[in-house]
């Protein structure tokens, strides 16, 4: 057993969200596991910092075996532990982190676009991939319907989505749920879109919504993981997203369909990628078309990915702290 700190930004969101599977993930192996909240970036002033590396410098020794850092490089913390990992994202991954991470002594990758990038960047790289909660219904009643759960990010293709559909008036209806205040004030209304801008702060209504469509438009630009589309996969939906690293890891041909995208120039260390209209238009027809036994069998191919990735995340996870430790 190891004692094991993670440090990230609670920020409420997604961080937070990985902060909870990757705690529940290590104790899951047996760990002991704390937390010890960074200040943002962008808030941290050099008073604080000093303060902090003066309270540790102090120490006789150090309190965990190993700390783990999510997304952004926090060097005040790093006399915590003997061992420093971190585990990016490169869409998230700055200047200031850049500079600091020699420091650490592996970087820990989500998935082989970040392995790439990083071990390009000559730093030690240990891939564990990631997990994602497990939203299926059991049983799932789902009709051949679509859905795209925008959320609060801007990332998501919602906006060139919603513009592709409304050209399409022939078209079954496409539900379409958005944080409010994210992206234009278009008034995107017409018969065959539901586009509801609000927080939903119930769980089970979001589970409903993803258990209850077929086909789940999840067209990112660029993903540090992809846990929108590991949920619909999670629930054996079908999911469309763009044929660009990393959301063609998570999706394939075999437990998907696949919409073609160019490269849109970089967002720090990812690329940002837009689906071609063209090409997405073509992606609705075909599963509009599409037999029930045609999305069942990718929906299945699409679950049992989800089931596999999951088990085996501790396996990859356990295999790198040993490396590590």
Request: charged residues 25%; proline residues 5%; aromatic residues 8%.
């Amino acid at each position: 057993m190891a004692r094991i700190n993670l440090i990230a930004w609670d920020n409420n969101r997604g961080l937070s969200h990985d902060i909870r599977l990757l705690r529940d993930a290590l104790r899951g192996l047996g760990h002991e596991v704390s937390f010890t909240p960074a200040t943002p970036p962008r808030k941290r002033r050099w008073w604080q910092s000093l303060a902090l590396r003066w309270n540790h410098a102090w120490r006789s020794e150090a309190p965990y075996d190993l700390n783990i850092t999510l997304e952004h490089a926090s060097p005040d913390h790093l006399r915590l532990a003997r061992c420093n990992a971190f585990i990016p994202n490169p869409e998230w991954f700055s200047q200031r982190d850049r500079k600091q991470l020699a420091r650490y002594d592996a970087v820990l990758t989500k998935t082989r676009a970040a392995t790439d990038i990083f071990e390009g960047l000559g730093v030690r790289t240990l891939p564990i991939g990631f997990q994602s909660t497990d939203c299926l219904h059991s049983p799932r009643v789902a009709q051949p319907s679509f859905l795209h759960l925008a959320g609060a990010s801007r990332m998501k293709g919602t906006e060139r989505l919603l513009a592709t559909w409304r050209r399409h008036p022939e078209w079954p209806v496409l539900h379409v749920l958005q944080a409010p205040g994210v992206g234009s004030d278009t008034d995107w209304s017409a018969p065959n879109i539901v586009h509801r801008r609000e927080y939903v702060a119930d769980i089970a209504e979001i589970r409903q919504l993803q258990n209850s469509h077929v086909f789940h438009l999840c067209l990112s630009e660029t993903e540090g993981w992809g846990h929108y589309i590991a949920e619909a996969l999670s629930c054996g939906a079908v999911v469309l997203t763009c044929d660009a690293a990393p959301m063609n890891e998570l999706v394939t041909d075999t437990r998907g369909v696949l919409v073609a995208a160019a490269p849109d120039g970089l967002l720090n260390l990812a690329t940002r990628y837009l689906f071609d209209e063209a090409a997405l238009e073509a992606a609705v027809e075909r599963c509009i078309r599409m037999e029930r036994a045609e999305w069942e069998q990718l929906g299945t191919a699409a679950r049992e990915w989800y089931v596999d990735n999951q088990q085996g995340f501790g396996a990859r996870l356990e295999m790198a702290l040993q490396q590590l430790l």
